[in-house]
């Protein structure tokens, strides 16, 4: 890939990171995980790009990882792409540390609004193509649902950590936050640098045994520097 420097809120690219896992079902789906949104009042280019992706994909779950709004003119921007999501597939969202600090009203009304649900101190459960399906992240008070093996066990962390502590919970765990550190000169299996000198998990993707930990590398930036960078969104071919 031709490497790419990029400056400015007007960028809007982004690339589809599309993986398999498999559970052994009959009816498979696939399940769309977006972070990092940081939207302002410049969001409408990407706004319209990840409402087209969204009707052409039609995930069967769709999953937020936090840090929605760098400003309030993004609120709109935020609510759209929100109801769209719960208008195509069950939609759950996290709260990142930005969503903690600033904006936090025009966070949660734009969540409260919209009807998809929060996870902050509670587990998700559904059923998708009659997979079982639970939905926990770190903050959650654990519920007294019986998870059992055939339940697909999904975490969301917004920032990314150890991945050896979610091996015997989790079969997925998505995570963002770090936004590849927007400055990657080079790849290596261990993750992408520089950033991996400083963030131990700057990486996309980590297997161990059977469990998938994928971390975006975010759509926006506060900071709207990139090089060699590609915003993302990850789609798991779930089989």
């Known amino acids: 890939m031709k490497k790419k420097l990029e400056l400015g809120y007007g960028n809007s690219d982004f690339e589809i990171r599309r993986y398999r896992y498999f559970k052994g079902i009959n009816q498979p789906f696939t399940i769309l995980y977006l972070s990092d949104l940081h939207f302002n ?4 280019s990407m706004l319209d790009k990840l409402l087209d992706m969204l009707h052409n994909e039609t995930p069967g779950l769709i999953l937020f990882g936090g840090d929605y709004l760098d400003c309030n003119a993004g609120y709109n921007y ?3 792409l929100f109801c769209t999501a719960k208008s195509i597939a069950p939609t759950f969202a996290i709260l990142g540390n930005h969503d903690r ?7 949660m009304k734009s969540i409260n609004a919209s009807g998809i649900i929060l996870l902050d101190n509670k587990e998700g459960h559904l059923t998708v193509n ?5 939905i926990n992240h770190p903050r959650a008070i654990k519920s007294s649902i019986v998870v059992t093996d055939e339940t697909l066990k999904i975490t969301c962390c917004h920032r990314p950590r150890n991945p050896s502590k979610f091996i015997y919970s989790s079969d997925l765990v998505f995570s963002g936050h770090l936004h590849g550190c927007q400055i990657v000169l080079w790849k290596h299996k261990k993750g992408m640098y520089p950033g991996r000198l400083f963030y131990r998990y700057n990486l996309e993707k980590y297997e161990l045994d059977d469990m998938l930990y994928l971390v975006s590398k975010g ?3 506060t900071l709207p ?3 060699n ?3 993302d969104v990850v789609l798991v071919h779930v089989y």
Do not use: A, H, M, V
């Not at 600090?101 to 025009?106: F, H, L």
């Open 101 to 107: 600090i600033w904006n936090t009203k025009s966070t």
């Open 229 to 231: 960078c590609t915003r």
């Open 78 to 80: 935020l609510y759209r």
């Open 130 to 134: 009659d997979l079982s399906i639970n």
């Open 219 to 221: 759509l926006g930036d």
């Open 41 to 44: 009042r410049y969001s409408q």
């Open 225 to 227: 520097i990139r090089y």
